[in-house]
């Protein structure tokens, strides 16, 4: 698959089968994620992966986070059955996390665009590869004890970026739809 056809046909696709995803098609994911671009090389990602039964280390962390935040909420055991299940959606799950190097100084943004570039990279490799993939964020990112799991020093800037969710489409192809964007519309030349 040509970069072009991958970056038009690749679609964040949320129901996943329960189907193994090969290794060797993990490790090619995270090579792709290791080429993103990055200020002075400082690569600031840091990939997590969690698969098969590692998922419910996962699961853990998530419904811990969710019992914290939603303690008082009328919602809570709705929200924690979610946060449970959340990591059997896919296969697989990558936890990307952005770790901030004190001998560089780049700006922080660019750490974070770093690390999304990273992501994006990694999605488009899953898509080459036949696999589906979606980047989710939301509370997962910003609980306590995952940042205390992926020893990140929210002191210092650094944070959990997202959770990559890789596995085999269980939509059928062309059902997600969107609309070919028109870059003339968010384009000036001067």
Known sequence: MDVTTAIETRRSISKMQDKPVDLFDIEDI??????????????PWRFHVFA??????LSDIFVEGIKVKYQTSELLDAKVEKAKNAPFRAPVVIAVTCKLEE?????????YAAVSCAIQNMSLQAHA????SIWRSGDFTEFENAEDFFKVDKSKGERIMGYLYIGYSNQPEGS???EEP??????KFY
């Open 30 to 43: 995270l090579q792709a994620g290791c080429w993103a671009p990055t200020h002075y090389k400082t690569e």
């Open 52 to 57: 098969e039964d590692s998922r419910k280390i």
């Open 103 to 111: 001998e560089f100084q780049a700006p922080v943004w660019e750490e």
């Open 129 to 132: 590869l036949g696999l589906s």
């Open 176 to 178: 997600v739809y969107r």
């Open 182 to 187: 028109d870059w003339k519309l968010k384009t």
